[in-house]
């Protein structure tokens, strides 16, 4: 079976001398398709060849800013289900775990260290609870994209870039009670994060409730 060699091949097995011939365009195949799929290549320098690394855009900032750790420095509401099911000890909520939901970055503030696997599952994690225990979560999406390190405005509204909302779990009920707290003014902001944990702050005020402290939440 005969062979048949590209024009820069050919090319490279006519000359006699000199310091070769580098392969024309034309004769690489792309390893990597021609549609972006979030990937960016790092070149390395070498000689074994390019490497893929994720693109890890929305995992930035300095954990040097974040603050030392998770605080509920206040909790105010009067929903209905978050009265019942107080009182709360605000200086006992300092366990924070942090969980995606596609996009979407839900942070958990309680005073029981829950694992991570009892956040968004069928039942509550303060189902059958004692009255006292609760849940913050605060949900950070930036519409269409990963939510990322930015500040996050709870007044921007739904499906809107970098916007922030708040509920209370609270163990209101046969299956608890998860009670949104409708913040409408003030702000959150995700300091920094990576694949292990996310630290930030929250300042947020509605007609109803008022939360402001901070959070240094791991994913495990």
């Not at 580098?22 to 000689?47: E, R």
């Not at 509401?77 to 969980?99: H, L, M």
């Not at 006292?132 to 994209?145: A, C, D, K, P």
Request: charged share 20%; aromatic share 8%.
């Amino acid at each position: 079976m005969k062979k048949i060699l590209g024009a820069s091949a050919v090319l490279c097995a006519l000359l006699l001398v000199g310091a070769g011939c580098a392969p024309a365009a034309d004769d690489y195949s792309a390893t990597d398709g021609d549609t972006d799929d979030g990937a960016m290549v790092q070149d390395d320098g070498g000689d074994t060849g390019d490497t893929m690394v994720a693109d890890d855009s929305a995992m930035a900032g300095s954990f040097a800013d974040c603050p030392s750790a998770t605080e509920l420095a206040t909790l105010t509401s009067t929903d209905a289900s978050v009265v019942e099911g107080g009182p709360f000890d605000t200086t006992s909520f300092t366990f924070a775990k942090a969980k995606w939901e596609g996009n979407k970055l839900n942070v958990y503030i309680s005073n029981e260290d829950y694992a991570v696997s009892k956040f968004g599952a069928l039942d509550s994690p303060v189902k059958g609870a004692d009255k006292g225990t609760g849940v913050l979560q605060i949900r950070f999406s930036n519409g269409t994209e990963k939510a990322d390190v930015a500040s996050y405005n709870p007044a921007a509204g739904y499906g809107q870039p970098h916007w922030v909302t708040a509920e209370m779990l609270v163990p209101v009920g046969p299956t608890a009670t998860d009670a949104l707290l409708s913040m409408s003014s003030g702000s959150a902001e995700v300091v920094a994060m990576d694949d292990t944990k996310v630290c930030g702050t929250f300042d947020m005020t509605g007609n109803n409730s008022a939360a402001t402290g901070a959070f240094v939440a791991t994913f495990k």
